[in-house]
């Protein structure tokens, strides 16, 4: 769904049937993602439109990048790992 809504906004029916799911389904995923504040939900008279909070997903990026360095990639986080237990 986030990957969806990066590309542009929808209707909560336009995401119930991109993704095969009942209302009351597509209802709590994205309740799920407005807790986190990973998207935002307007409702204009009866129809509920969904969009992408860029503002939190910009915050998680930042806050994972700075451990991006740090981590490497498996492989390497697996050998440091390691690595530190034989010191």
């Known amino acids: ?3 969806t809504l ?3 906004p ?4 336009q995401l119930a049937r991109e993704y095969d799911l ?4 597509i209802h709590k995923h994205i309740r799920s993602l407005e807790d986190a ?3 935002r939900r307007k ?3 009866r129809t509920n439109f969904v969009a992408l909070n860029k503002k939190s997903l910009k915050f998680a990026q930042d806050w994972i990048g700075q451990y991006r360095t ?5 492989e390497e986080s697996l050998e440091n790992y390691i690595a530190s237990l034989r010191e």
């Not at 929808?10 to 029916?13: D, E, F, G, L, Q």
């Open 37 to 39: 504040q990973l998207i």
């Open 1 to 3: 769904m986030i990957h």
């Open 10 to 13: 929808a209707t909560v029916t």
């Open 22 to 25: 009942s209302l009351p389904a």
């Open 6 to 8: 990066s590309f542009r």
């Open 70 to 74: 740090e981590w490497g990639n498996d």
């Open 43 to 45: 409702k204009v008279g």
